[in-house]
Every structure is written in C-alpha cells, then in structure tokens.
C-alpha cells in the first residue's frame, strides 16, 4: 500500500503561482511512477503531469505545457507541482497518483494508488 496525502492548494489570482506537493508513505516511494491529474464537478479526471520512477523522463498535457512543472524528491518521498501563471480554466481538484508501471503514464488505469486531492481554485 501506498498513501498519499496532497497539500499546497488554495485560491489565487490568475497569473500567479502555487506548488503542490504530494507527500507518499507505505512502499518504497521510488519504484513509482507519480503522475498528477485534475478534475472538475461533472467531467472527467484529466491528466496534467507524470514523472517516471527514475526521474528521468516527464510528460505533460498540452494545456499546462510551459507553465507547470513537475520534479520528485525522492529523498523526501514527495512529488511536486509547480503551477506557474495560472488561468481560470486550470481551477479544480488536483489528485497526485502512484503507478507501478514507473511510466510517466497519460493514462488513468496506469495508477494504482490516489490521493484525496487539493483544491486550486484560480480567480480572473
């Protein structure tokens, strides 16, 4: 078992920053893929972000291209999400997820564990 516990939402204005942070327990953080995935009231869980398991490789949705980054401390056991110039279409519930496959999957199924996620909320 893997738990994860998400932390660093809030309101802001457009145009500015928030770093999300994704804090893991249980097996060892490092066999894991960490992806990052959001969703709003009514639509489906979207993709944002993914690492692979050896930090070597990341993938990201083309709506957050360039402006959010992903990284992992796995020192720290914790994955990150840096949002930078944010837009009111990037507000909703951010969930930070654990897949086995140690791919920097776009796929939902490919994630084995999910946090309780943490709401963003980007005001015009």
């Known amino acids: 078992q893997v738990q994860l516990v998400e932390s660093g939402g809030g309101l802001v204005q457009a145009g500015g920053s928030l770093r999300l942070s994704c804090a893991a327990s249980?097996?060892?953080?490092?066999?894991?893929?960490m992806g990052w995935f959001r969703q709003v009231p009514g639509k489906e869980r979207d993709f944002v972000a993914a690492v692979t398991s050896n930090d070597r490789s990341t993938s990201y949705a083309d709506s957050v291209k360039g402006r959010f980054t992903i990284s992992r401390d796995n020192a720290k056991n914790t994955v990150y999400l840096q949002m930078n110039s944010l837009k009111p279409e990037d507000t909703a519930v951010y969930y930070c997820?654990?897949?086995?496959?140690?791919?920097?999957?776009?796929?939902?199924?490919?994630?084995?564990?999910w946090g309780q996620g943490t709401q963003v909320t980007v005001s015009s």
């Open positions: 997820a654990a897949g086995s496959t140690g791919r920097a999957s776009s796929t939902l199924g490919d994630y084995d564990y």
């Open positions: 249980g097996r060892i953080f490092s066999w894991y893929a």
